[in-house]
T-cell receptor, first 116, second 114 residues
C-alpha cells in the first residue's frame, strides 16, 4: 500500500515571497508523483509530474518540484508567488505498471494563501 | 474543449433520498473514476472503471453504486443518502496504462444531505 503526507495544511505567505509545500510518500515500489492544483470552486488541474529521468520537474507558471528518493519526498517550490497562486495543492502518487487503471493516492491538501 | 463534464453542480438532498451524479468525458479515455473530497482528507477514490463494462471498488465504496453506461459516461448513484455523504464529488478520466495515464478532473458536484 502507498500513502502520501502533506506536512502543512495551510501555508500563508506574502506576495513575491518564496514558498515550499512539503510532500512525503510511502511506497514499497517505485512511483510516479504528481502535484495537482485546485482553484476555488473548480476541479483539480495537473500542475507537474515526475515519471522518470531528471528529478527536478517544472511547470509553465514557475513552480518546480524535486523528487528525492532517499527522503521519499516531492516538495513543491516557487521562488516568488503571486496573488493568483492562491489555491489548494494536492500531492499524489501512483505506481507504474501492474494494474492498468493507475489509481492515484492523494495527500490531504495544502491551502496556499498569498497575501498582498 | 469540454473535457470532463459533471452534472449537477449543486444538490441538496434529504436523508433517505436517492440521486444519480452524472459524468461524461469526450477525450476517448478508457478509464474513469469517482472521488469524494472532504476537508483535511484530500480526495478518496469511491469507484473506478478501467474500461467500458468493468467497475471496481475504491477506498470508500459503501453507500454508493456506479454504472459505466458506455465509454463516455460513468454515473454514481446514492440509493439512500446519509448526512455522512455530504461532500464534493469529482469525476476523472484517463487513458489506461503507461506514463500517459494522467487523470483529468471535472468541476465537481457539491452535495449536501440534510
Amino acid at each position: 500500500a502507498q500513502s502520501v503526507t502533506q506536512l502543512d495544511s495551510q501555508v500563508p505567505v506574502f506576495e513575491e515571497a518564496p514558498v515550499e509545500l512539503r510532500c512525503n510518500y510511502s511506497s514499497s515500489v517505485s512511483v510516479y508523483l504528481f502535484w495537482y492544483v485546485q482553484y476555488p470552486n473548480q476541479g483539480l488541474q495537473l500542475l507537474l509530474k515526475y515519471l522518470s529521468g531528471s528529478t527536478l520537474v517544472e511547470s509553465i507558471n514557475g513552480f518546480e518540484a524535486e523528487f528525492n528518493k532517499s527522503q521519499t519526498s516531492f516538495h513543491l517550490r516557487k521562488p516568488s508567488v503571486h496573488i493568483s497562486d492562491t489555491a489548494e495543492y494536492f500531492c499524489a502518487v501512483r505506481t507504474p505498471g501492474g494494474t492498468s487503471y493507475g489509481k492515484l493516492t492523494f495527500g490531504q491538501g495544502t491551502i496556499l494563501t498569498v497575501h498582498p | 474543449n469540454a473535457g470532463v463534464t459533471q452534472t449537477p453542480k449543486f444538490q441538496v438532498l434529504k436523508t433517505g433520498q436517492s440521486m444519480t451524479l452524472q459524468c461524461a468525458q469526450d477525450m476517448n479515455h478508457n478509464s474513469m473514476y469517482w472521488y469524494r473530497q472532504d476537508p483535511g482528507m484530500g480526495l478518496r477514490l469511491i469507484y473506478y472503471s478501467a474500461s467500458e463494462g468493468t467497475t471496481d471498488k475504491g477506498e470508500v465504496p459503501n453507500g454508493y453504486n456506479v454504472s459505466r453506461l458506455n465509454k463516455r459516461e460513468f454515473s454514481l448513484r446514492l440509493e439512500s443518502a446519509a448526512p455522512s455523504q455530504t461532500s464534493v464529488y469529482f469525476c476523472a478520466s484517463s487513458v489506461t496504462g503507461g506514463s500517459k495515464n494522467i487523470q483529468y478532473f471535472g468541476a465537481g458536484t457539491r452535495l449536501s444531505v440534510l
